[in-house]
């Protein structure tokens, strides 16, 4: 395993760090900042404004008042897609720009964010932006005297809970469809990646979009968050992160005005390779599976189930993997994996590495940080694990996989399954009957057959069971910003 440490590029002066409210940068009412970290370092990147309840209530007025009275909700569809277009093409004016503040902020290649994160925003601005004027309710024909049709209405002010791992994605996956479905917003980003969202904000002035429709408070979780799921003033969360947040979030809606939620939340996922496989192609799904953005990704193949055919040579494949990734600074291209994005994320992957060992799983490869600072940890394999072991069943959100043999396809599926979760699941076979078979069998949001983290805005995305509900990406994630209003009037003196 390689470290390297040379930055090639350079990282802009950070011009944003007020919170976005009603249009304009603005300090938080307490005066107060935080601090926001380089994790290749652990050094203070910049202050940021700290947003706490007082901030959100003003900015869940400003989006409001802008829902209430404002242009955006009775515009036409396409001149708020127009808008959204406008934004997708300022984001991509300024790719280099945004990509390097989430790789500083938040550990991630600076490259993949250049090619993926960023453009993939635009992307899904222009999906959405797209369908913001194909919103139709449905004709109803009832009873004789009776007719009427469905409106879908944008649900209102939006908050939109968001995590630290993806902050680009995470935030247009909830702001594209809101947007268009002609809601307005109050954004939480994640404490740990605070930069890129104001960026987005000073864009979306740019392009037009009105005062107070898209508003950023940044802040903690227990505070300005909270402050998000318990408001009387917001219609609807939408939230991605920890089932236990999620836990929460749900609480406080139920006890506050019952705003309708959509929760994105953990996973343990299962990725099956049977006998028939390529073994390199496998090995490369697998490893990206799980080592993908230093394995802090929600869908994560971080049980990976082999066939007892080619268990051995997988395994091989894997740890010559691992041993060959270079971990080190994000903005160097020779890099393939970064720090992990905060100190208590950091902290809390090694816990779990040390209980691995301490319950008697085997430590193929990785387990120890790299260098003297910043968030740096080996990519990390662990086999001889079930599915009672810690390691197998908790989330750990780091790059630590756990490797285990089955024998059965039947065995494969009841062990696959046998998780709270069910965000993610993935099948490596040739055999098409095996994998409609497993796919049908698996309790999980996607299935992914010969490939793994095959994203796409156009794929509707979430969880079954403890990894949450609700679907973000598709045009099933527009009805999460959408409700249906039914319009009914008699029909006198006629036959019909
Ligand atoms: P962690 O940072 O511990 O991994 P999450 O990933 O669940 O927690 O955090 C995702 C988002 O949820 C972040 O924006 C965080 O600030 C927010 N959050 C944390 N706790 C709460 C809470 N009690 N209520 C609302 N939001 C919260």
Same mark, same amino acid.
């Given at each position: 395993m390689g470290s390297h440490c040379e930055s090639s590029v350079k990282i802009p002066p950070i011009k944003f760090t007020k919170l976005f409210i009603n249009g304009n940068f603005v300090d938080s009412i307490s005066g107060k900042t935080f601090d926001t970290i380089d994790p290749r370092t652990g050094e203070v990147i910049t202050k940021v404004s700290l947003g706490d309840k007082e901030d959100v209530d003003l900015a869940v007025n400003a989006a409001r008042h802008a829902f209430d009275y404002g242009p955006w909700p009775r515009m036409s569809g396409s001149e708020r897609g127009r808008m959204m277009m406008k934004l997708a093409d300022l984001i991509e004016e300024n790719v280099e720009e945004i990509a390097a503040l989430d790789a500083v902020n938040g550990g991630k290649l600076f490259t993949l964010c250049k090619a993926i994160d960023i453009p993939g925003a635009a992307r899904t601005l222009r999906y959405y932006a797209g369908a913001a004027d194909k919103i139709h309710g449905t004709v109803l024909k009832m009873s004789k005297g009776l007719q009427g049709y469905t409106l879908r209405e944008p649900i209102g002010v939006v908050g939109s809970i968001i995590p630290w791992n993806f902050p680009t994605t995470m935030f247009f996956m909830k702001a594209a469809p809101a947007l268009a479905a002609g809601c307005t917003l109050v954004v939480k980003p994640a404490e740990q990646t605070p930069l890129s969202a104001l960026y987005y904000a000073h864009l979306a002035k740019l392009a037009g979009?009105?005062? #107070?429709v898209l508003n950023v408070v940044n802040g903690f979780g227990e505070t300005a968050g909270a402050a998000i799921s318990a408001h009387m003033d917001i219609d609807k969360v939408t939230f991605t992160g920890s089932t236990e947040v999620g836990r929460k979030i749900m609480a406080a809606a139920a006890a506050s005005n019952l705003k309708p939620v959509s929760l994105e939340l953990g996973g343990k996922s299962p990725l099956l390779i049977f006998d028939d496989a390529d073994i390199d192609q496998a090995a490369d799904i697998a490893f990206r599976g799980m080592f993908y953005n230093k394995g802090e990704i929600c869908v994560a193949s971080s049980r990976v189930y082999v066939q007892e055919g080619i268990y051995e040579k997988l395994v091989k494949k894997l740890v010559e993997k691992a041993k060959a990734t270079v971990v080190g600074d994000p903005f160097d291209p020779q890099v393939n994996q970064g720090p992990q994005t905060d100190k208590k994320q950091f902290e809390k992957i090694l816990s779990y590495i040390e209980h691995g060992k301490r319950e008697g799983a085997t430590l193929l490869t990785g387990g120890k940080h790299v260098g003297q600072k910043g968030y740096y940890i080996e990519p990390t394999i662990f086999t001889d694990v079930n599915e009672d072991m810690i390691i197998t069943k908790e989330e750990i959100f780091g790059p630590v996989m756990s490797l285990m043999k089955f024998k059965t396809m039947e065995e494969a599926i009841k062990r696959a399954n046998? !998780? !709270?979760? #069910?965000?993610a699941s993935g099948i490596i076979t040739k055999n098409l009957n095996v994998a409609n078979t497993v796919s049908r069998s698996i309790r999980a949001g996607v299935v992914w057959i010969n490939c793994y983290t095959a994203f796409d805005v156009d794929c509707p995305y979430g969880g079954y069971k403890m990894s949450g509900f609700g679907r973000d990406f598709g045009l099933d994630a527009l009805n999460q910003y959408l409700q249906i209003k039914s319009v009914v009037t008699p029909i006198h003196d006629s036959p019909w």
């Open positions: 979009i009105p005062d #107070g046998n !998780t !709270t979760y #069910g965000l």
